[in-house]
C-alpha cells in the first residue's frame, strides 16, 4: 500500500526557515518524480515544486525559486522541502505527491500525503 | 506560463444530474491534462489522467474529454459522495498549473 507521511508543520516568524518531510513507503521510491503542491487557506492548489524520477531534474515555481530547494534521500525513501526567507504569503498547506508514473515522470500525481500546515506569522 | 481557467466556478445540481466542467488552457497541451477532486480538510484524489484516461478505482461515471485546448470532466449521474471541489492541472510543461477549481453542490 503507498502511504506517504508527513512531517508536522508549525508556526515560523517571517524570514525564517522551515523543512518538510515526505515519508513515503508502499512504491519502488527512487523511480518516481514527487512533487510538493501547496493550498492557502481558503484558496486553490499552487504547485511548488517537483524531483523527476531516477536521479533527474529539479524544478520550481517562480514564487519559491532561490528560497525553497527540494531534495531527496532515496535510502530513506524520504522527500524534503527546505524553506528559507519565509513569508506570510507562503502560509498554506502543503502536500507531497507521487507522480503517476515510473521514471522521469508524466507529472499527474496519483498518491497524497496528508498535508501538514505551515503559518508564517509574527 | 500555461493558464488553465476553469468554469463555471460552482455547480449546483441534484442528485442524477449530469455535470460538466470545463478547462481551459491558454496554449495548446496536448492531452497532458489531469483531474482532481478535493473534499474538505482532505488532500486532492486523481480522478482522471491524460485527459481522459480514467484512474483506477473512479466510478465509471466520471468521464474526460478534449478538444484542442479544451477539457471537460462530466458526472454523468451525480452522487451525493460527488459533493467537492474539482481541479484541473496541465503537466505539458513547467511550471504546472492548476485551474482555480470547480465547488459541486448538491441540490
Known amino acids: 500500500e503507498v502511504q506517504l507521511l508527513q512531517s508536522a508543520g508549525g508556526v515560523v516568524q517571517p524570514g525564517g526557515s522551515l523543512r518538510l518531510s515526505c515519508a513515503a513507503s508502499g512504491f519502488t521510491f527512487s523511480g518516481f518524480a514527487m512533487s510538493w503542491v501547496r493550498q492557502a487557506p481558503g484558496k486553490g492548489l499552487e504547485w511548488v515544486s517537483t524531483?523527476?524520477?531516477?536521479?533527474?531534474?529539479?524544478y520550481y515555481a517562480d514564487s519559491v525559486k532561490g528560497r525553497f530547494t527540494i531534495s531527496r534521500d532515496d535510502s530513506k525513501n524520504t522527500l524534503y522541502l527546505q524553506m528559507n526567507s519565509l513569508s506570510v504569503e507562503d502560509t498554506a498547506v502543503y502536500y507531497c505527491?507521487?507522480?503517476?508514473?515510473?521514471?522521469?515522470?508524466?507529472?499527474?500525481?496519483?498518491?497524497w500525503g496528508q498535508g501538514t500546515l505551515v503559518t508564517v506569522s509574527s | 506560463d500555461i493558464q488553465m481557467t476553469q468554469s463555471p466556478s460552482s455547480v449546483s445540481a441534484s442528485v442524477g444530474d449530469r455535470v460538466t466542467i470545463t478547462c481551459r488552457a491558454s496554449q495548446g497541451i496536448s492531452t497532458w491534462l489531469s483531474w482532481y477532486q478535493q473534499k474538505p480538510g482532505k488532500a486532492p484524489k486523481l480522478l482522471i489522467s491524460a485527459a481522459v484516461t480514467l484512474y483506477s478505482g473512479v466510478p465509471s461515471r466520471f468521464s474526460g474529454s478534449a478538444s484542442g485546448t479544451d477539457f471537460t470532466l462530466t458526472i454523468s449521474s451525480l452522487q451525493p459522495e460527488d459533493s467537492a471541489i474539482y481541479y484541473c492541472?496541465?503537466?505539458?510543461?513547467?511550471?504546472?498549473?492548476f485551474g482555480g477549481g470547480t465547488r459541486v453542490e448538491i441540490k
Open positions: 505527491a507521487k507522480d503517476l508514473d515510473y521514471g522521469l515522470g508524466s507529472f499527474f500525481s496519483d498518491f
Open positions: 492541472q496541465q503537466a505539458n510543461r513547467f511550471p504546472l498549473t
Open positions: 524531483f523527476s524520477g531516477n536521479g533527474g531534474r529539479t
